[in-house]
């Protein structure tokens, strides 16, 4: 199977810790049976890509929330 785009790009600020947002971008695909969440700066640097739970792989409303759960505790981790 080749890659899908189940969201195309989307920019967004993401509310973090202290009052502080964090403007990215970020699609959904699909490749094979795998759903990923990719997630760039505005300029299109590459921030992170997570493989999307199979709960949340239709679930538009969750995109929002693994972008802030990746933002805080992923990459500042």
Request: charged share 25%; with cysteine; aromatic share 10%.
């Amino acid at each position: 199977m080749e890659r899908a785009t189940i969201q195309d790009w989307t920019p967004t600020q993401v509310p973090m810790k202290f009052g502080f947002q964090r403007d990215v971008r970020y699609r959904v695909y699909r490749d094979g049976n795998r759903h990923f969440q990719e997630i760039c700066e505005l300029d299109g640097s590459p921030i992170h890509t997570l493989e999307l739970p199979a709960g949340m792989k239709l679930d538009s409303g969750s995109y929002e929330v693994l972008l802030r759960y990746v933002l805080v505790d992923v990459v500042a981790a």
